[in-house]
């Protein structure tokens, strides 16, 4: 449990549900006082820090529209004031929405790179500054990046632009002990990835991993976990494809 006023401490963005949550959850466990970042979700946000509370963790629920740099600067202050200067950053925030291309239309473009890409963009900014020495920036990409399916194209370009963010982003903190790397998950079993797809489609993306399963958000928040933690210290601008073997 994390009752220790020096705790380290973590941002994870989009942290009301889903992945982010699992994230949360694992990263209290592992001794961080953690900020459940939220666009919207201010009940299931709430529920989360009750329960990382309830359970000894020092924890805060903030509300920040990532594509915003005010609400981004906001974000960091306010966990600075409340739990300590920011040891880990994880940009989970994002959306997906499956277009053909030709299809898209300028909001859709707007909405899904404002959040996606203007978003990670905005916390890594204000994470230069702000970031303890010594941290750890873990980012999201996705491996429907390696996958080109009809459909992900705008997305696709988002997560792009995240590897790219995170390659060149890890040598710009030269000096200060900073890593900064990108887990790409395969289809995991969350809201994101479920809503909109028939039960056909759900087994199709299941069966297409050698594991024949979906992921769960536990696969991923163990492997954020990871990049966050000491064992990872030699790991730096990697791309983590945390897929079960899918690509």
Do not use: C
């Amino acid at each position: 449990m994390n009752m220790l006023n020096n705790a380290r401490v973590a941002i994870v963005t989009g942290a009301s549900r889903g992945i982010g949550a699992a994230v949360a959850q694992r990263l209290a466990k592992d001794g961080f006082a953690v900020a459940v970042n939220y666009a919207s979700s201010s009940a299931e946000a709430d529920r989360l820090v009750a329960e990382l509370t309830a359970a000894g963790t020092k924890a805060i629920a903030v509300k920040a529209d990532v594509s915003n740099a005010d609400d981004v600067r906001r974000l960091f202050e306010l966990t600075e004031q409340q739990l300590g200067k920011v040891d880990v950053l994880v940009n989970n925030a994002g959306v997906l929405k499956t277009v053909p291309l030709a299809d898209t239309s300028d909001a859709l473009f707007d909405q899904t790179f404002d959040i996606n890409v203007r978003g990670t963009f905005n916390t890594l900014r204000e994470a230069a500054v702000r970031l303890n020495d010594g941290g750890r920036i873990v980012n999201f990409s996705s491996t429907t990046l390696a996958l080109n399916m009809p459909g992900y194209a705008i997305y696709n370009a988002t997560k792009a632009a995240v590897e790219a963010f995170t390659h060149v982003f890890a040598k710009e903190l030269r000096g200060r002990d900073i890593t900064v790397n990108a887990v790409a998950p395969g289809p995991i079993a969350t809201s994101l990835f479920l809503d909109g797809k028939t039960e056909e489609q759900i087994q199709t993306f299941a069966k297409m991993p050698p594991l024949q399963r979906l992921g769960q958000p536990d696969d991923i928040a163990s492997v954020v976990a990871f990049l966050a933690g000491p064992d990872a210290g030699w790991v730096n601008g990697q791309i983590l494809r945390a897929n079960g073997g899918i690509a």
